[in-house]
């Protein structure tokens, strides 16, 4: 049995039931780090894991281990988990856990354990009576049955009305409070295909023409939903040693389990008829019907499902802005970050000490103010799957002294300066915190676009994954055939040049798409995006832009934008106005 074990560093591979059952057989303390296959182990911990290993030097009670979880039957609960998970065993009996790669609490808690077993071998301690967390079988709590492998999902789609009134707003609350989990949204407007194929069903209906027309006439939500699994186990923060250390250690990442049962509830179609909003958008709970209309509308959804991307904001403070940007900038690209939006700020006072919040106390804070105001700093949004703990576990701790420690390879080190003893590279302390960060930094702005009638639908969709891809949200969209006095809205800073009347007959040929699309910086890389307005020029200039790609003429030009802020407000004043849009 022990030779399917392989080496991998320090690490003993466990892919597979029986040797997880052979690993709990090892004498003292052995160090467990679960990962599922798609992810791969914890690479940052495993340089505090090596050193520990041999300042220790107890090769007989002190092991290491990786777990694949998606191979192992007692470790199911932690499938599909993204942040990584360190499971801690004494002689068989599985006693703490701690969530995230947090390298001075995993540690520390390696050190105390090895320390009991030195005591307990020298007669000095008695063996302490640990609870032993349990793995709960998600497939059979309080008889109620649910496979995470099969995961049963809903479609829904929030109908145009609802959007522009904010009503999905209210209806997503309403989802999230019922006990479902929203796995995907998409705002897009719908063709009269996918209205006719997700509404065959009442197609007999005499008003069904109408109803189509309303549906592809603006903006619509799609949804995937699905139960939210509270059958899992609620854990309660506790250490290895309550009575020593419970207050030092997180209770949201250390801890034992009290299982929960999920009660059982109505049908999501049901709960929002009885809350009067069905009227405002429709669900498809057929299984066969779902996972045809995933297909159409999430296409990468089966895939991606395993993958939990999540949004950060991270700053280089000025020393390492200004002396090693490049270097950064090419490790965070290495680690498969993807830089959403990036801008040079230099923080004032108050910004400072808010990011600086965690060092109040130290007596180098005044000069650590003064040094972060002194020039300017690199802020920047970073996409990845994990986001949040990999750009934790790559930065390493908040000071030099503590990451020599714990991880001497972790950027703060690699990139220390002499003016400060602090990590020069700043994350998000939680992912509330970094959208909150993102808003105040990279302030959402509103620019007003017009997709012109030439355009067909299948260019339409290509324009719509070019928004997608540019970072852009559509906040709203309608389909609209315009008249003269909506065109005066839109175009009103030219309505008296004499070239206009051919703008008019152009619009008044065929329905054009209005949106309003948010973003930061938006109008700038709107019009970075729409390429200059002949497209023959825009085909030298800028041949991956929407106008070279689409454009006929300067007249037919595919798309039109405002041109700053004053503009979009009064356009979108005059367009979208009596009605009350809503905001994201």
């Given at each position: 049995?022990?030779?399917?074990?392989r080496e991998?560093q320090?690490?003993a591979v466990i892919n597979n039931?029986?040797?997880w059952?052979?690993?709990?057989q090892n004498?003292?303390?052995?160090v467990i780090d679960?990962?599922q296959?798609w992810c791969?182990?914890?690479?940052?911990?495993?340089?505090?894991?090596?050193?520990?290993?041999?300042?220790?030097?107890?090769?007989?009670?002190?092991?290491?281990?990786?777990a694949e979880?998606?191979?192992?039957v007692?470790?199911q609960?932690?499938?599909?988990?993204?942040?990584?998970?360190?499971?801690?065993?004494?002689?068989g009996?599985?006693i703490?856990?701690?969530n995230g790669?947090?390298?001075?609490?995993?540690s520390?808690?390696?050190?105390?354990?090895?320390?009991?077993?030195?005591?307990?071998?020298?007669g000095?301690?008695?063996?302490?009576?640990?609870?032993e967390?349990?793995f709960?079988?998600?497939?059979?709590?309080?008889g109620?049955s649910h496979?995470?492998n099969?995961?049963l999902?809903?479609?829904v789609?929030i109908?145009?009305?609802?959007?522009?009134?904010g009503k999905?707003?209210?209806i997503k609350e309403?989802?999230?409070?019922?006990?479902?989990?929203?796995e995907?949204?998409n705002?897009?407007m719908l063709t009269?295909?996918?209205?006719?194929?997700?509404y065959s069903?009442?197609?007999?209906?005499?008003d069904f023409?109408?109803?189509?027309?309303l549906?592809?006439?603006?903006?619509?939500?799609?949804?995937?939903?699905?139960?939210r699994?509270e059958q899992?186990?609620?854990?309660?923060?506790?250490?290895p040693?309550?009575e020593?250390e419970?207050?030092e250690?997180?209770?949201?990442?250390h801890?034992m389990?009290?299982?929960?049962?999920?009660?059982?509830?109505?049908?999501?179609?049901?709960?929002?008829?009885r809350?009067?909003l069905?009227e405002?958008?429709?669900?498809e709970?057929?299984k066969?019907?779902?996972?045809?209309f995933i297909?159409?509308?999430?296409p990468?959804?089966k895939?991606?499902?395993n993958?939990?991307?999540e949004?950060i904001?991270a700053l280089?403070?000025?020393?390492l802005?200004?002396?090693?940007?490049e270097?950064?900038l090419n490790?965070?690209?290495?680690?498969?970050?993807?830089?959403l939006?990036?801008?040079?700020?230099?923080l004032?006072?108050?910004?400072?000490?808010?990011?600086?919040?965690e060092?109040k106390?130290?007596d180098?804070?005044?000069?650590?103010?003064?040094?972060m105001?002194?020039?300017?700093?690199?802020a920047f949004?970073?996409l990845?799957?994990?986001g949040?703990?990999h750009?934790k576990?790559?930065?390493?701790?908040s000071?030099?002294e503590e990451?020599k420690?714990?991880?001497?390879?972790s950027?703060?080190?690699?990139?220390?300066m002499?003016?400060?003893?602090i990590?020069?590279?700043?994350?998000?302390?939680?992912?509330?915190?970094?959208?909150?960060?993102?808003?105040?930094f990279?302030p959402?702005?509103?620019v007003?676009?017009l997709?012109k009638p030439h355009?067909t639908?299948e260019q339409?969709?290509?324009?719509?994954?070019?928004?997608?891809?540019?970072?852009?949200?559509?906040?709203q969209?309608?389909?609209?055939?315009l008249?003269?006095?909506q065109?005066?809205?839109?175009y009103?800073k030219?309505?008296?040049?004499?070239?206009?009347k051919?703008?008019?007959e152009m619009l008044?040929?065929?329905?054009?798409?209005i949106?309003?699309?948010?973003k930061w910086?938006?109008?700038?890389?709107?019009r970075?995006?729409?390429?200059?307005?002949?497209?023959?020029?825009a085909?030298?200039?800028?041949?991956?832009?929407i106008?070279?790609?689409?454009?006929?003429s300067?007249?037919?030009?595919?798309?039109?934008?405002s041109?700053?802020d004053?503009?979009?407000a009064?356009?979108?004043n005059?367009?979208?106005?009596?009605?009350?849009?809503e905001?994201?």
């Open positions: 049995m022990a030779g399917k074990k991998i320090l690490q039931q029986s040797l059952d052979e690993m709990l004498r003292g303390l052995t679960v990962y296959a791969g182990p914890c690479k940052a911990m495993q340089t505090l894991f090596r050193k520990l290993k041999t300042e220790l030097n107890e090769d007989e009670i002190l092991h290491f281990v990786v979880a998606d191979s192992i007692t470790l609960s932690f499938r599909d988990k993204c942040e990584p998970i360190f499971l801690f065993s004494v002689n009996k599985i703490a856990k701690i790669a947090n390298a001075p609490l995993v520390k808690t390696i050190i105390k354990l090895i320390n009991e077993e030195r005591k307990i071998a020298a000095e301690l008695v063996r302490p009576q640990y609870h967390i349990e709960v079988d998600t497939e059979n709590v309080g109620a496979k995470k099969d995961q999902y809903n479609i789609i109908k145009p009305e609802a959007v522009l009134t999905s707003i209210e309403k989802i999230i409070g019922a006990g479902y989990v929203i995907a949204e705002k897009r009269e295909e996918q209205v006719r194929d997700f069903g009442i197609a007999y209906q005499p023409e109408d109803f189509v027309s549906m592809t006439s603006g903006l619509s939500y799609v949804l995937i939903t699905s139960q699994d899992e186990p609620s854990w309660e923060g506790t250490v040693n309550p020593t419970s207050k250690l997180s209770e949201d990442q801890e389990a009290t299982p929960t049962v999920m009660k059982m509830q109505d049908s999501l179609q049901e709960y929002m008829e809350q009067h069905s405002f958008c429709d669900i709970e057929n066969a019907n779902v996972n045809k297909d159409i509308f999430f990468d959804f895939s991606m499902r993958i939990k991307l949004r904001m280089l403070r000025p020393d802005f200004h002396k090693r940007k270097d950064v490790i965070i690209q290495d680690e498969g970050f993807k830089i939006m990036q801008r040079k700020i230099v004032s006072k108050e910004e400072a000490q808010t990011l600086c919040k060092h106390n130290e180098y804070f005044e000069n650590l103010i003064g040094n105001t002194s020039g300017p700093s690199l949004v970073l990845r799957d994990n949040l703990q750009w576990a790559l930065i390493g701790p000071t030099v990451a420690e714990y991880l001497p390879e950027l703060c080190v690699q990139f220390a002499e003016s400060l003893p990590n020069q590279l700043y994350g998000s302390v939680s992912l509330e915190a970094a959208e909150k960060e993102i808003e105040y990279f959402p702005q509103n007003f676009v997709i355009v639908h339409r969709e290509e324009i719509f994954d070019l928004i997608k891809e540019n970072g852009f949200e559509i906040t969209m309608k389909e609209l055939l008249n003269e006095e065109a005066d809205a839109i009103f030219i309505k008296q040049k004499h070239f206009y051919d703008i008019l008044f040929e065929a329905p054009s798409l949106m309003v699309l948010m910086n938006a109008i700038s890389d709107w970075r995006l729409m390429g200059p307005t002949d497209p023959d020029e085909k030298l200039l800028n041949p991956d832009s106008r070279a790609r689409f454009g006929q300067v007249l037919k030009n595919a798309v039109h934008g041109s700053n004053s503009e979009t009064e356009t979108i005059r367009i979208f106005v009596p009605q009350n849009p905001e994201n």
